[in-house]
């Protein structure tokens, strides 16, 4: 059985949306693909949920589709909380700005580029083409600042075509956080609390074994002696 190209898990007013899978115009189960259309169907058969978990690992693709995505989340009456759990690149940057709160694992990286296609035909064609994927790559920018970004900051990042950490995008306001993947606290925890009651057992005088026994000090040498060893 293919895997879905997303998966909705709803419980009561809470809801865990899952997209690991290119962004695209057109999708289905087999190709393990989301389109915003797909997506915001299944939005609007949960217009009750309060809370969105919105869990991210994908290289984007089509930008619209992006943006669509981004839109019925952010008009959502639900309180959206976008992970990066994976990659986050391209056009999936915009599912994940449209989260109130955007948590980034310490095993995840986020990869920025501005709007691209390809295109032929003669000179004034490709003009064209490169002025209108300027204009795309201006417009999304509107996510950014949406998210607090100042815009020429955001067009600098779009535009650097660059992989970034974790701690990198807290710095840029892009995560509001960051997430430790496993993190053994709690383990931790009860090892520390296995050893305060270690500690605070009486234990009877245990002699150390003979190698941890501190050595006697050398006796101390005359003059003469040390001249007569040299």
Not at 129 to 136: F, M, P, R, T
Not at 183 to 212: C, F, N, T, W, Y
């Amino acid at each position: 059985m293919p895997k879905p190209y997303f998966d909705i898990q709803q419980f009561g007013e809470h809801t865990d949306i899952y997209i690991f899978g290119d962004i695209t115009r057109y999708a289905d189960e087999a190709s393990q693909e989301t389109s915003g259309h797909s997506l915001v169907q299944q939005l609007k058969k949960i217009p009750d949920a309060a809370e969105i978990n919105l869990h991210i690992d994908s290289f984007g693709g089509n930008v619209s589709e992006g943006w669509a995505i981004y839109n019925a989340l952010k008009d959502s009456r639900a309180r959206v909380t976008s992970y990066a759990d994976g990659f986050v690149a391209s056009a999936a940057i915009y599912p994940f700005l449209a989260g109130q709160e955007r948590i980034a694992s310490n095993v995840s990286a986020f990869y920025f580029h501005p709007a691209s296609q390809l295109a032929a035909g003669y000179a004034e064609d490709l003009r064209s083409a490169a002025d209108a994927l300027d204009q795309l790559t201006e417009i999304g920018l509107g996510a950014f600042t949406n998210a607090g970004m100042e815009e020429q900051a955001a067009r600098d990042l779009v535009n650097s075509k660059a992989w970034y950490s974790p701690a990198a995008m807290l710095e840029k306001g892009i995560a509001t956080s960051i997430r430790k993947t496993g993190d053994a606290s709690g383990v931790s925890q009860s090892v520390r609390g296995l050893i305060v009651q270690q500690l605070m057992v009486p234990h009877k005088d245990v002699e150390p074994p003979a190698e941890l026994q501190p050595e006697e000090p050398p006796a101390k040498l005359s003059l003469m002696q040390m001249l007569c060893n040299i």
